[in-house]
């Protein structure tokens, strides 16, 4: 019915998401503000058009309405494709929301916050009803159970969602001892994603008074929020990746750091061993060195003493006499008939007597 009563016709619009295939066939979306409609070009129809037009261009393109029966979409089976040398509104008004976003610094790396190594409570702000808050959560009780996971709740596609995602990042920011925010949302086309272009979102996201992470789309999706967060991650599992340390990586860091400390330590003490031998070594050296002036000096001194000895006179064949008081008798007038004394010699001393005198 569709396309025998309708038949071919023109439509106007500007492209969005044009995938080239490696069939070499094109599908793209063409859309206006006010609505948007899915289209396919063949790989025959695209090669006379040669280049596909960028997103954003505005197009006049010739096809019929159909209806894909797998997917029961509406769309347009396109045989002709004129690009005009006109901007889409859509794109003209993402060009100024960059601008005014870039003039006001929100995409200047300067402002970017680190993230917090040990994080203890994490707000999401995402749907209720999509597979991010599930991933989310799945991947955070892997990784670090003891954390607490704070789920804001928001539409993330539609009319109401921009309105809803500005409210959210305002309850965040009334939540205490939140460490992280992370606006996540799963994959989708880039009219699915267009609110995380929205100004208001970003200078939302931008008040969020803690670091925050956009995980937004599948990771070749990039959006202005993406450039206002302090991190950008590729998709909601991997933002919680970044901000949640892994517990297994982090027990064998520690154990890792355990060892080397270790090591350190034994390193440490063999040095030091082998530092306290050497200067007990030079000790020993110093001190032996101290001690053999004085000892020679006491060997020459000895043998002088020793050389003055009167023993050493005795032993040379000399003796000495005394008498019974002990006085040493050295003349020969010392000496009277009958006188008893003493004679010292070399091994002891010999009683004698004085028989007659001359």
Request: proline residues 4%; hydrophobic residues 45%.
């Amino acid at each position: 019915m569709l396309e025998g009563g309708i038949g071919a016709l023109w439509v106007r619009g500007e492209i969005s998401g044009l995938k080239v295939y490696r069939s070499g066939h094109w599908y793209f979306t063409l859309r206006d503000a006010e609505a948007q409609i899915r289209a396919v070009m063949w790989r025959t129809y695209a090669a006379k058009t040669r280049t596909p037009p960028p997103d954003g261009a505005q197009v006049f393109v010739l096809g019929t309405p159909t209806v894909w029966e797998e997917r029961g979409e509406f769309r347009l089976n396109v045989t002709e494709l004129l690009v005009t040398d006109q901007i889409g509104q859509q794109q003209l008004e993402l060009e100024r929301i960059r601008k005014a976003l870039e003039k006001d610094g929100l995409f200047d790396p300067a402002r970017k916050r680190l993230l917090p190594m040990l994080p203890e409570r994490i707000a999401v702000v995402t749907s209720l009803d999509g597979a991010a808050v599930r991933d989310i959560i799945t991947v955070t009780r892997k990784r670090w159970p003891a954390i607490e996971l704070f789920v804001v709740g928001t539409k993330v596609q539609g009319a109401e969602a921009e309105a809803e995602i500005v409210r959210s990042l305002g309850i965040v920011n009334r939540l205490e001892r939140i460490d992280i925010c992370v606006l996540a949302r799963g994959g989708g086309s880039k009219e699915d994603l267009a609110v995380f272009n929205s100004e208001a979102v970003c200078r939302a996201l931008a008040a969020v008074r803690v670091p925050t992470v956009s995980a937004v789309g599948h990771e070749t999706d990039v959006s202005f929020t993406d450039l206002v967060a302090d991190v950008r991650a590729a998709t909601p599992s991997a933002a919680i990746e970044i901000a949640v340390p892994d517990r297994a990586d982090l027990a064998r860091q520690v154990a890792g750091l355990g060892l080397r400390l270790g090591n350190s330590l034994s390193r440490g003490t063999r040095l030091a061993g082998e530092r306290l031998a050497r200067t007990a070594d030079r000790l020993e050296v110093v001190l032996a060195r101290q001690l053999e002036r004085p000892r020679r000096d006491l060997e020459r001194l000895a043998a002088q003493l020793d050389a003055l000895s009167p023993l050493r006179v005795l032993e040379r064949g000399y003796s000495v006499a005394r008498d019974p008081n002990g006085r040493v008798l050295r003349r020969r007038a010392e000496f009277s008939p009958g006188q008893a004394f003493t004679l010292r010699v070399v091994d002891g001393e010999i009683p004698v007597r004085v028989e007659g005198a001359q």
